[in-house]
């Protein structure tokens, strides 16, 4: 990046020069990087456990930038025009009542982003599917040969992008409820909302409060801008509604006048007074279950309000294999079906898993409870498990729900659910770990759960 260039992007920043960062994380790092790249006097204060902080002190003393590690000190609102938080500090933190309380703006990575991006965005939030539709319109856009990056919650944090040549780029970014509390001009041009479903309990104070989080993502849109809803989502539907955009919703239950919808084995898509343009048919497309059509739709609303040529929208649908840990087969020799669906952290995520196959499942869930009710699933629990098994720290209240609709077998740890699945399955069996809770009872994340299922479910082959 030359001189002029770090000029430019300083211009969109003005008048701020000192920059205050809470959260050593990804997202936080970026920000670091990018700030003193652009020559601003750079503070990150990240309030971390001893045992990670040996990992963040090398990656912060590489940026050659000042930080504290283990306290947030008053040195965070000294001298500084703007702090930046990471996503995992709640609103309610400490050191962000203080810093409002001093009249010290606070913003997000995602803000800090906006502000330097120069090209266009599609930005994708929901409770459940934002990754897998991220990355499904990543794929169209590669396969059309349409320049973009990927990123925000789904991986790399959306700054990293900023410092490179953005003029002609769409950026697609995912973003969470947490991503979005301290937004304040975030406007991308194409913004999708898959669904609204009670989660992140433990954060916020109710729903509502979770869901007005989301609305975030279009708050600041113009009436130019695109706004593509689930119109099946009744959530949706009462939160977003109300804004005046250039609308454009996806159904997986009804034909639409104007969207896209399911036809009878093809995606359908029509807008004002044209005749209905036909897609991928459901068979070409090979994500399974009826919520990856619904995704495939929100795929195809969102490129269409990008005007990518429906064409290149077609050819991108059917060359999407899906993201790990989400209803991933694993290929083994035990003549059973394990699927890896990691992914499901609530009990909706979970009953899209359980109704995607034709037959009854052992089914593994369990793990850390976000504060959410998991007893919802019983009915379905009744008609599509064939043996439930609970593990981790939510295990004996899953076990609890259940015990009177499915049979249950309450274990410890994942890996013993592994060993309990293969022993009380037989030759066809389809064995789903779908967990309904977060992993940080026993990992890191969902990827890291993911991935030692899969190392446990191999250890069991021939």
């Known amino acids: 990046m030359n001189h002029n260039q770090i000029i430019e992007l300083r211009q969109r920043l003005q008048p701020i020069s000192r920059i205050s960062i809470i959260g050593a994380e990804r997202s936080g790092l970026s920000v670091a990087k990018v700030a003193k790249a652009l020559g601003m006097d750079v503070f990150v204060s990240d309030y971390s456990k001893q045992k990670e902080q040996s990992e963040i002190k090398t990656k912060l003393d590489h940026l050659n930038v000042a930080y504290e590690l283990g306290m947030h000190s008053n040195r965070i609102y000294e001298n500084t025009d703007l702090i930046v938080v990471s996503p995992g500090v709640p609103k309610s933190a400490t050191v962000l009542q203080k810093a409002q309380s001093l009249n010290i703006p606070i913003w997000s990575e995602i803000e800090f982003a906006f502000r330097l991006w120069k090209g266009k965005i599609i930005a994708i939030t929901g409770s459940v599917a934002k990754s897998t539709v991220t990355a499904w319109i990543g794929e169209v856009l590669r396969n059309a040969d349409i320049p973009y990056v990927l990123g925000g919650n789904i991986g ?275 064995i789903l770990l779908s967990p309904m809770c977060a992993s940080f009872d026993e990992f890191h994340d969902f990827e890291e759960r993911g991935k030692q299922f899969e190392t446990y479910v191999k250890g069991l082959q021939c």
């Open 156 to 430: 790399i944090p959306f700054s990293e992008f900023v410092l490179e040549d953005s003029q002609d780029k769409w950026a697609v970014v995912e973003i969470s409820s947490f991503q979005l509390e301290w937004v304040h001009t975030f406007s991308p041009t194409v913004a999708v909302v898959t669904n609204l479903i009670p989660n992140h309990l433990d954060r916020y104070h109710s729903v509502h409060e979770y869901y007005s989080a989301k609305v975030q993502i279009t708050q600041k849109q113009s009436e130019v801008n695109w706004l593509i809803l689930n119109d099946d989502d009744q959530n949706v539907q009462k939160y977003f509604s109300k804004f005046l955009r250039r609308t454009f919703p996806y159904s997986s239950e009804h034909p639409l006048e104007r969207g896209v919808w399911l036809g009878h084995d093809r995606i359908m898509l029509r807008d004002t007074e044209m005749l209905p343009t036909k897609l991928a048919k459901f068979s070409d497309i090979q994500l399974i279950g009826r919520h990856n059509l619904s995704n495939a739709c929100a795929v195809v609303a969102a490129l269409y309000a990008a005007s990518v040529p429906i064409d290149k929208i077609d050819k991108g649908l059917i060359s999407f294999k899906g993201l790990p840990h989400r209803l991933q087969k694993i290929s083994t020799n035990d003549d059973r079906l394990w699927y890896n669906d990691s992914k499901a952290t609530t009990p909706e995520a979970a009953k899209v898993a359980l109704t995607a196959f034709p037959s009854t499942v052992v089914w593994l869930a369990g793990g850390y409870n976000k504060g959410i009710d998991l007893s919802g699933l019983k009915k379905v629990a009744q008609k599509k498990v064939k043996h439930l098994i609970t593990f981790g720290s939510s295990a004996e209240t899953i076990e609890k729900e259940y015990q009177d609709v499915v049979q249950v077998t309450r274990v410890t740890t994942l890996k013993n659910a592994v060993l309990k699945a293969h022993e009380i399955s037989t030759k066809g069996d389809v």
